[in-house]
């Protein structure tokens, strides 16, 4: 079965503190891919990362970087001196067997307080 | 406008009535997704399109929950009978191909069953 958890259901956290947002994830495929998203209080969903099963070079963009480690399964995130505009709801998600959908997490509440 | 757009953003109804909801996907996008949200929680997929083709429709809770994109651009959602438990926002969102590729999400529609 595929699962994503991501085990913090809220963090929060004073601007311009660091902050790891934790993604493990469990699948029998070779080939997938993972995914964040952040969804801001307006709502909408908005794409951060894609990144495939082959490529575990961690990637940093700005002040967001993302650590891949298929030996723990995990897909984590973490935003360097955060901002209170960081505060959203972020979710990790995993395309399924045969790519047709994504499974998401529960997502994460991540309080930046000023 | 360059996004994908959902109509109506809200909706009321009373237990029992049809509901028809809209997504119009980014042009050219050719996979077109429906999930539900329930507060607190990560989207939960319903279906999936590549164009006109229903390739996926697992997530569908009942057989009260009908969704079609008939020339492969615009789908819509259909609920018929709306129970309580039908009470969530729906996303739609679309990419270029298939749920390995980004998505791009709409901004809801949420939708209140009394």
């Known amino acids: 079965a595929q699962k994503v958890t991501q085990a913090q259901t809220e963090i929060s956290v004073v601007e311009k503190e660091d902050v790891t947002l934790d993604c493990v994830y469990e699948?029998?495929?070779?080939?997938?891919?993972l995914f964040w998203y952040k969804q801001p209080p307006s709502g909408e969903l908005v794409f951060l990362i894609r990144?495939?099963?082959?490529?575990?070079q961690n990637e940093i963009s700005g002040r967001y970087s993302w650590n891949f480690q298929k030996s723990t399964s995990s897909f984590n995130f973490t935003i360097t001196a955060s901002q209170v505009v960081d505060s959203a709801v972020y979710f990790c998600a995993l395309s399924n067997t045969g790519g047709f959908k994504n499974i998401f997490g529960a997502g994460t509440r991540l309080f930046v307080k000023a | 406008g360059a996004g994908v757009s959902q109509s109506p953003r809200y909706k009321v109804a009373k237990r029992g009535q049809d509901v028809a909801l809209r997504c119009d996907p980014i042009?050219?996008?050719?996979?077109l997704f429906w999930y539900q949200q329930a507060l607190g929680q990560g989207p939960e997929f319903l279906t999936y399109?590549?164009?006109?083709?229903?390739?996926?429709k697992s997530g569908l809770p009942s057989d009260r929950f009908f969704a079609e994109r008939p020339e492969g651009s615009v789908s819509t959602l259909k609920i018929q009978r709306t129970q309580q438990e039908d009470s969530a926002v729906y996303l739609c969102?679309?990419?270029?191909?298939?749920?390995?590729?980004?998505?791009?999400f709409g901004p809801g529609t949420r939708l209140t069953v009394t």
């Open positions: 699948t029998r495929d070779t080939t997938y891919y």
């Open positions: 990144r495939n099963s082959f490529d575990e």
């Open positions: 399109f590549q164009n006109e083709a229903q390739l996926d």
């Open positions: 042009s050219g996008h050719v996979s």
């Open positions: 969102a679309s990419s270029i191909s298939g749920g390995n590729y980004e998505q791009y």
